[in-house]
């Protein structure tokens, strides 16, 4: 599986981006995917994940109600629409699949198999 993230940029507090992550693969359906930010000093931390379909998402506490993930499984990409942005959002942000099919959802590093090269967010205040 190959993961190609896009969309980030440099953005005032308070306002909005979109990132993009393209899969390759014909079983993209099949994966359950999220997102993970990686801050200058700081350890990797769970962003959000979705479901194969769609329809169960889930958001860590920082940024519940700002963000929403999504997925088009008919282009093979996944979405992170982020509102609100604040400086503390600033990281690098990375697509990830896992294989894990007994629970939803993964919220750890290591649970995840396939990792994009990540694309950076700055906050601005």
């Known amino acids: 599986v190959q993961l190609q993230a896009s969309g980030g940029g440099l953005v005032q507090a308070g306002g909005s981006l979109r990132l993009s992550c393209a899969a390759s693969?014909?079983?993209?359906?099949?994966?359950?995917m999220g997102w993970f930010r990686q801050a200058p000093g700081k350890e990797r931390e769970f962003v959000s994940a979705?479901?194969?379909?769609?329809?169960?998402?889930y958001y860590a506490d920082s940024v519940k109600g700002r963000f929403t993930v999504s997925r088009d499984n008919a282009k093979n990409t996944v979405y992170l629409q982020m509102n609100s942005l604040k400086p503390e959002d600033t990281a690098v942000y990375y697509c990830?699949?896992?294989?894990?099919?007994?629970?939803?959802?993964?919220?750890?590093?290591?649970?995840?198999?396939?990792w994009g090269q990540g694309t950076q967010v700055t906050v601005s205040s």
């Open positions: 990830v699949v896992t294989l894990v099919d007994s629970y939803f959802p993964v919220v750890t590093p290591g649970g995840y198999d396939y």
């Open positions: 693969g014909r079983t993209f359906s099949s994966y359950r």
């Open positions: 979705v479901s194969r379909g769609g329809g169960s998402t």
